[in-house]
């Protein structure tokens, strides 16, 4: 790989990994979601400058074509990170119907308070006693 491109890359990294410390910085990404993209960001930065023993690791671990092993582990990160995102989608969507059912059962008592409301103010009231 060319110095020219690995610098290219570094830079993409860089720029990716000080936007989500900016986001994080001005609390418009949370943290639960940040470090997967943190990693990612430090392995954009990390991996044009190791290219060599990362090409030696993928022809240690069998593999014929360095770039797919990259591929790999990219589609790996992608995964994980869609992975937490699913467990996110999981859990808010149960606290959805959680709440859906609580405002449900308090806007039937507010109803049934309103009625009886009405009712007793409607109703001829009782002369009070002597």
Do not use: C, H
């Not at 720029?15 to 949370?30: D, Q, S």
């Not at 606290?95 to 007793?120: D, F, P, Y």
Request: charged content about 20%.
């Amino acid at each position: 790989m060319s110095p020219r491109t690995r610098l290219v890359l570094t830079l993409i990294g860089l720029a990716v990994l000080l936007t989500v410390i900016n986001l994080l910085r001005k609390r418009r990404f949370k943290e639960e979601y940040a470090l997967l993209w943190l990693l990612a960001a430090l392995t954009l930065v990390a991996a044009p400058l190791l290219i060599d023993p990362l090409d030696r690791l993928a022809f240690f671990l069998g593999v014929e074509y360095p770039p797919a092993l990259f591929l790999g582990l990219g589609i790996v990160g992608l995964l994980l990170i869609i992975f937490q995102l699913s467990l996110n989608i999981s859990r808010f969507s149960e606290a959805i119907r959680v709440l859906t059912q609580e405002v449900g059962i308090l806007r039937q008592r507010v109803e049934a308070l309103e009625q009886a409301a009405r009712e007793s103010s409607s109703s001829p009231s009782e002369p009070p006693e002597p």
